[in-house]
């Protein structure tokens, strides 16, 4: 089976939202609140914007959209924990979870990844619908931005199609938001996002 483009478009860049006790501090967002990418698939780069649009209801709570070259993301925090409903364009019932920032482990004190639980959410983009088999985990890390290491959080979403995984695992540092992603279909990373600036 064919890997899903629309995943692997600028998931990371939409990835700004924020609410609650503090999880904002890992995706910060404000009205009209502008983040700016450079963006690497294969052998073309760009330089790519995304934009806080409004606010959005999502399952009966306040979420928010944004928009980028990869098309419409909504976003809402639940207890929490940051869901995407929607990334680049792609859509998924129930939300899937991107990132959970409450109390995660050190790397080498996580579960393995294989062990993770397993969710089925419905797929779907402009083209066609499919269930998914969706596995995420948070651990701690450590991130270099403009030559300085900052703490950082890293999320791993795995979602599995006809056997085949594509695995977006994306670095969240604290009052940027999203600050790099790295996305594979399989074994061959398929696109590299790194922050350049925002918020």
């Known amino acids: 089976m064919r890997s899903l483009p629309p995943w692997a478009a ?95 482990p050190k790397p080498e004190d996580a579960p393995e990844f294989e062990n993770r639980p397993k969710v089925r959410t419905l797929v779907s983009t402009a083209h066609r619908s499919f269930d998914a088999e969706i596995q995420s985990q948070t651990v701690l890390s450590k991130f270099r931005v403009g030559g300085k290491e900052r703490s950082a959080l890293k999320s791993t979403v795995r979602m599995t199609l006809g056997g085949r995984p594509t695995i977006l695992t994306t670095w969240f540092s604290p009052g940027l938001g999203p600050v790099r992603q790295e996305i594979y279909n399989g074994e061959a990373l398929r696109q590299m996002v790194d922050y350049l600036k925002g918020p």
């Open 10 to 104: 600028f998931v990371t860049i939409v990835g700004l939202a924020g609410c609650g006790k503090n999880p904002d501090q890992w995706a910060p967002l404000a009205q009209d609140a502008e983040w700016t990418y450079a963006v690497k698939t294969g052998l073309n780069s760009s330089v790519q914007t995304v934009k806080v649009v409004e606010p959005t209801p999502i399952d009966g709570e306040r979420g928010w959209r944004l928009e980028g070259p990869g098309g419409e993301s909504r976003l809402v925090w639940r207890r929490g924990k940051l869901y995407a409903a929607a990334l680049g364009g792609t859509r998924f019932s129930p939300p899937i979870l991107w990132l959970d920032p409450n109390k995660p």
